[in-house]
């Protein structure tokens, strides 16, 4: 009867241990369930604010698209209306020197300063240093010939 009562205190005992580990594995799993429920919401947040990010990002590169075009189209008017002067200046310089108001020298020395004034540098190579000693180079040239032409 002994080995029949230890037996079933044994029993007992290994079941109430593993009814109670069951039951305590059974609340954590049940916390690991919630924790999971919560992270995964919180992903699903993250997801929606990404997608309304990629999309702000999409409009922006739009608007950048847009801004390029448009920055194309103003260089070619500025460029449109570089030429209009210049082409204004020399025919106003063309009147004035038919009109008598000043020599061919110095209409040719006018047209010659238009076009140094309006000549941009626009490339790497073509500098603002090297825009004015070309600017400089080309007037004392000029005044160097008028020189010549009146000295004649």
């Known amino acids: 009867m002994v080995d029949f009562l230890t037996i079933i205190t044994v029993i007992v005992s290994v079941a109430t241990s ?41 409009q922006v590169k739009g608007r950048l698209a847009s801004l390029g075009s448009e920055v194309v189209e103003l260089k ?13 200046s ?24 238009v076009r140094v004034l309006l000549s941009i540098p626009g490339t790497r190579y073509y500098t603002w240093e090297v825009y004015g000693g070309l600017g400089s180079y080309l007037i004392r040239t000029r005044i160097i010939t008028q020189w010549l032409i009146l000295s004649k």
């Open 76 to 88: 070619g008017r500025i460029g449109r209306l570089e030429n209009a002067f210049m082409q204004f």
């Open 18 to 58: 593993t009814a109670s580990l069951a039951y305590w594995l059974g609340r954590k799993f049940t916390e690991i369930d919630a924790r999971f429920g919560s992270i995964e919401a919180r992903v699903t947040s993250m997801e929606g604010r990404i997608t309304s990010i990629e999309a702000k990002i999409s």
């Open 90 to 113: 020399e025919v106003l310089i063309s009147t004035l020197e038919v009109k008598g108001a000043f020599t061919a020298t110095e209409a040719a020395a006018f047209k010659g300063m």
